[in-house]
């Protein structure tokens, strides 16, 4: 369970969803979407145009439920042969029937509850920045390093000048589909850092960071000042 948190960065939500399909053609021969076996599908929904993935972290008590959007009516993996679009109120997981709600103090295209599940944005054709998928202007409170291998030890905290810089930055960086840097990036290839943003209403985002086509995974290239800025905390973490 602990590595459900992290499916998105290994395997894409995108690409894990065109994928399945045609894994199954090249291993089977078939060229139809059917599934003959155990699917493990990652927990993601579809509202609005917006593709979010489940956070499994413990959302904040300040997360609270607002109002009441609409309900999940299409759930993938009660079907043996699934279509392949995702549309409005299709879910990998959650029940037909499964209530969405805004969450209080964000924009209903970055956060949504679905029950007592709590959902983050993972692609939206709208966004131009960060800030438009995330809607975290404003409500960061530290950035720090933590260990890959895990994805919850921490490692060190930015200093505060640098965490300044950072967190006005990042928001504004320009947001690019996954699937558009992995295929500028050829694959995404390279060594990752990993880094926590945690906000002021307690919750965190975790994401990681490509050194070798300086990006960011929710998806983003990095400016030379921001990559510089990494690099130079990052060498911190070993002059201690």
Known sequence: MKWKRFILIILPVMLLLAGAALFYERETGRADNCFYGDVDYVSVLQWDGVVYQEDYASPAKEQIKGKRLGEISYRKADHQCPRDEMLDGDSTLLEAGTALYEVTGYKASARL???DRLFIARSNP???TLNDLLDIDGKISAVRFISGMDGTTRLMDFTPEAAELFIKEFPQLNYIPYELLYKETKS??????W???ELKDGSALTIVYNTLS???NPSAYATP????LIEQQRKLIYTK
């Open 113 to 115: 509850w679905a029950g």
């Open 126 to 128: 709208e966004a131009v």
């Open 188 to 193: 995404w290839v390279g060594d990752k850092y």
């Open 195 to 197: 880094l926590e943003i």
């Open 214 to 216: 300086p990006s960011f």
């Open 225 to 228: 000042e921001l990559a510089g």
